[in-house]
């Protein structure tokens, strides 16, 4: 489907799953929570405000050639979600498209961080995950977000063992030691400029995304943010979870918890009107 000149692309994805099942993932909230953005403790208020108050849903059957309707949810800021059936096996794959209002000028924009663009990005993908590997199940989140990226020669994700993923494709797989001498194993799920997606290897196989703000701060060389989702973990475990996560990461807050400095001029995240300068939705 073609957006119309006004709008950007930001992300198209085919999904394993039929259109129903990923329309009722965009319509329902206790679905919505299994895959758009993180937790905290406003998730609930967000999704409603988001996808049920805000939102106007359409539906079209323009493309005749379509085994069903083009479904769309769309905001006043221009951002455009739309589930229609893939031509590559229909009734059974759907496609899923975001799409954004076009720069007023793409010569001084093209290339830049965008971050509601990869909020986006990383919700699709985050959907794909949930419908293909976890259907069904109830996700728990944890978030380290606008950690330092560190300077050259000391990048963060160096200093967590994380170097061995560059360069690795899409599909593949990978294993590092980190400093700790753990291993870690995973296939990555996506990749952009400015995020990837890592398929943990595990019982659990959790989603990690790790998103790269290279935009430097007065006190910073760009930032990175990481979400990991989880599926049907039970209390015990996620606990568990939640403590190697902050020791990876060197956090001394809650591993859950937004980051204080984000939350005070973002209490909420909304992913539907504009950038923003700290790495939250506004």
């Known amino acids: 489907m073609a957006l119309d000149p006004g709008r950007r692309e930001i992300v198209s994805v085919e999904i394993a799953a039929d259109p129903d099942t990923v329309w009722a993932h965009v319509r329902e909230p ?18 409603h405000r988001v996808f049920v108050a805000d939102a106007r849903v359409a ?40 799409g954004r209002r076009a720069y007023e000028s793409f010569d001084v ?39 330092d990226a560190g300077p050259a020669g000391m990048r ?9 993923i560059r360069g690795v494709p899409v599909g593949c797989h990978f294993e590092t030691r980190r400093p700790d001498g753990t291993l870690l194993g995973g296939t990555i799920w996506h990749r952009t400029e400015y995020q990837v997606g890592i398929r943990l290897h595990g019982a659990n196989e959790p ?23 989880t599926f049907g973990t039970d209390d015990e475990t996620f606990a568990a979870i939640s403590q190697h996560w902050a020791r990876w990461w060197g956090l001394r807050a809650p591993a859950h918890a937004v980051d204080p400095a984000l939350a005070a001029d973002h209490p909420h995240h909304l992913p539907v009107l504009h950038r923003s300068r700290a790495g939250s939705f506004v």
């Open 207 to 229: 989603l990690l995304i790790i998103d790269q703000n290279p935009t430097p701060l007065r006190k910073s060389n760009g930032r990175v943010t990481a979400v990991l989702s």
């Open 59 to 98: 539906e079209s059957d323009e493309l005749a050639s379509l085994a069903g309707p083009v479904r769309s949810l769309t905001w006043k800021g221009g951002d455009l979600f739309a589930v229609w059936p893939s031509t590559t096996a229909r009734g059974t794959r759907s496609v899923v498209t975001v």
């Open 30 to 47: 206790a679905k919505i929570r299994r895959w758009f953005g993180w937790h905290d403790d406003g998730i609930d208020d967000e999704i």
């Open 156 to 164: 963060l994700l160096d200093r967590i063992g994380l170097h061995g």
């Open 109 to 147: 924009f093209s290339g830049l961080y965008d971050d509601a663009d990869e909020r986006w990005i990383a919700s699709a993908q985050q959907l794909r995950f949930a419908l293909e590997l976890h259907p069904g199940a109830e996700r728990r989140t944890l978030r380290a977000a606008g950690l």
